[in-house]
Each structure stands twice: as structure tokens, then as C-alpha cells.
């Protein structure tokens, strides 16, 4: 069964940078897997803020970023606001029509 | 705008039955593959299943195959999860999500309707 990794927990400071990673079980993150990533408030629903690899969604600032680094998929958040702790997922296309999520990362601004 | 409304959502006891539906507008409804993705209270993301643009293909989690199906109703625009035989542990919101084309993950989230299963 694949499984799709993420940092548990993260922090970084007001206007600091960050990356979040997205590694899979089987081997290397590549663009063909799609990923794609999203942010949770706690009561909201996800919002998508990168869909294959790189594509940022319709209104998402351009602090968000993404892109494969090594052998996994990244989220590069530079100039973190306080508004941006939230939790992250990441989810990878595993063909056959399905899709697997990663745990999550929460993000602490701080 | 791309809306997504889920509706049917409820508490139902163990060995129970439940449908969702997901009224789709703003988008060529039959053009796109939906989604179906849950996350129980506290936990992560976990993907349910996928349909089609034509509804002729369906894939399911493991979780749920055999229990649930997806379905839809393109003239209607609808979306649905029909969930028997549901467990404590599929307590959870279901959210109905549009693919960005074809079986490629969500790119557009509905706001969700909660599932409680429990005696």
C-alpha cells in the first residue's frame, strides 16, 4: 500500500521562508504523480493552492510556490504571515484513478 | 463561480445506509471527473473515490470498496455517494471535489457534509 509522507509539524517565523515536503513510499515524487497541495483552516473546507507540481490556483499569492526537489514534491512559502498557519496536504496521483493523501503538516507561525 | 453543495449528510447507527449528493453549477458538468474525499474529526484527508466525466468509470478507496458507490447524474448536474454497511469509522465530513479534468486529483472543494455513524 503506498504511502505518502509528510513533516508532521513545522514552524517558522513572521517573514521567514519555508518548505514543506511530499515524499512517496514507493520511490520518487515526479511531476507525472501530480502533485498537488492544499491548505486547512481548522471548520473550513481545504483550499487548493497547487495542482500539478507547479500550477498555482486562481487568487493564490505568489508567496506560494511549488516543485519537485530531489525525489520529493515541495511547498515554498516565503514571507510566512501569521494567517498562514494552517494545516498543509499534499496529495499524489497514483494512476488507476486514484489518489493519495499525505498526513498533513501543521504549520506554526511564530 | 464553480459551486459544489453537499447535502445529506446525518446520524445513521452501524450497519446503516446514508446517500450524499453534491449539486454542481458554474462548470460544464459532464466535462470533468468528481471526487469524493472524507476526513474523520482530528485526522487527515483521505480520498473516497473518483467518477468519470461520462460516469462510466469508477475507482474506489480500499476503505470503502464493496460499501460505497459513486454516481452521477449529468443531467442534473449531480453528484452522489450512496454509503451502506457504514462503520464508527466512517464518521467523517465528506467533501465532493472536481477534478481539474480528468482522474487528476481536486482542484475545487465543496463545503462538506458531516456523516456521524452511531448507536
Known sequence: QTVVTQEPSFSVSPGGTVTLTCGVSSGSVSTNLHPTWYQQTPGQAPRTLIYSTNTRSSGVPDRFSGSILGNKAALTITGAQADDESDYYCVLYMGSGISVFGGGTKLTVL | ?119
Open chain 2, 1 to 119: 463561480e464553480v459551486q459544489l453543495v453537499e447535502s445529506g449528510g446525518g446520524v445513521v447507527q452501524p450497519g446503516g445506509s446514508l446517500r450524499l449528493s453534491c449539486a454542481a453549477s458554474g462548470f460544464t458538468f459532464d466535462v470533468y471527473a468528481m471526487h469524493w474525499v472524507r476526513q474523520a474529526p482530528g485526522r487527515a484527508l483521505e480520498w473516497v473515490s473518483l467518477i468519470s466525466g461520462d460516469g462510466l468509470r469508477t475507482y474506489s478507496a480500499d476503505s470503502v470498496k464493496g460499501r460505497f458507490t459513486i454516481s452521477r447524474d449529468n443531467s442534473k448536474n449531480s453528484l452522489y455517494l450512496q454509503m451502506n454497511s457504514l462503520r464508527t469509522e466512517d464518521t467523517a465530513f465528506y467533501y465532493c471535489a472536481k477534478a481539474p479534468g480528468a482522474a487528476r486529483p481536486p482542484t475545487i472543494w465543496g463545503q462538506g457534509a458531516l456523516v456521524t455513524v452511531s448507536s
